[in-house]
């Protein structure tokens, strides 16, 4: 199975760019569609943004669209997610996980690490 830790979250203001890692370990990263997802204070986890395993396809979920770009390297086992014109309402835990892009907003294959903190102030 594919450990995964991120990394790169932070506190910025509303506009602000932020650009989010996502390092897995094991040999097999790329034989998996890659995502990302988000928890805010008091709300369920949701999909935000996912990548096919050799990054020919994405798709995002619409409240980030047009701001936020999922990219992988496979070379180096990383998955990246840009995050820019940042809102106040994109302020929670991402975390990043492995699945199959036609169901990863609704089931992963991986479990889930600690995620990296964005708050985003107005």
């Not at 943004?49 to 390297?73: H, L, P, Q, W």
């Not at 940042?86 to 699945?99: F, I, M, R």
């Amino acid at each position: 199975q594919v450990q995964l830790v991120e990394s790169g979250g932070g506190l910025v203001q509303a506009g602000g760019s932020l650009r989010l890692s996502c390092a897995a370990s094991g040999r097999t990263f790329s034989t998996y569609d890659m995502g990302w997802f988000r928890q805010a204070p008091g709300k369920g986890r949701e999909f935000v943004a996912g990548i096919t395993r050799r990054g020919e396809s994405t798709y995002y979920t619409d409240s980030v669209k047009g701001r936020f770009t999922i990219s992988r390297d496979n070379a180096n086992n990383t998955v990246y997610l840009q995050m820019n014109s940042l809102k106040p309402e994109d302020t929670a835990v991402y975390y990043c996980n492995t699945g199959t892009i036609a169901t990863m907003s609704r089931h992963v294959f991986g479990s889930w690490g600690r995620g990296t903190q964005v708050t985003v102030s107005s």
